[in-house]
Nanobody, 125 residues
Framework: VQLQASGGGLVQAGGSLRLSCASSGYSFSNYKMGWFRQAPGKEREFVAAIGWSGGRIIYADSVKGRFTISRDNAKNTVYLQMNSLEPEDTAVYYC???????????????????WGQGTLVTVSS
């Protein structure tokens, strides 16, 4: 299982970025997908997650209304559209895959089996 996150960069507050996570080595549509982030000196935290076909979606309260998670099973890719970015959104963003055969979408780090390498998002004020 390989996850490759991309799309990070430097953006001004109020701007937008779209992160992508390309997957390979497994049946993508059978895995629930999540995005997490880790700011310097802080623990990794949940951002958003999406079920197998996109029917179940959860967001952290801090990003609700600003971020949108989606997936394209034909392209084995999950996306995170981030709008109205704030300096507090600065972090390394990680995508993750959950292989458990349950429809429940989880928000914990321990709930995910595979992780990408992360992509840095920096929001300047």
């Amino acid at each position: 299982v390989q996850l490759q996150a991309s799309g990070g960069g430097l953006v001004q507050a109020g701007g937008s970025l779209r992160l992508s996570c390309a997957s390979s080595g497994y049946s993508f549509s059978n895995y629930k997908m999540g995005w997490f982030r880790q700011a310097p000196g802080k623990e990794r935290e949940f951002v958003a997650a999406i079920g197998w076909s996109g029917g179940r979606i959860i967001y952290a309260d801090s990003v609700k209304g600003r971020f949108t998670i989606s997936r394209d099973n034909a392209k084995n890719t999950v996306y995170l559209q981030m709008n109205s970015l704030e300096p507090e959104d600065t972090a390394v963003y990680y995508c993750a895959a959950d292989s458990t055969p349950l429809s429940v979408v989880v928000t914990t780090v321990k709930g995910y089996d595979y992780w990408g390498q992360g992509t840095l998002v920096t929001v300047s004020s």
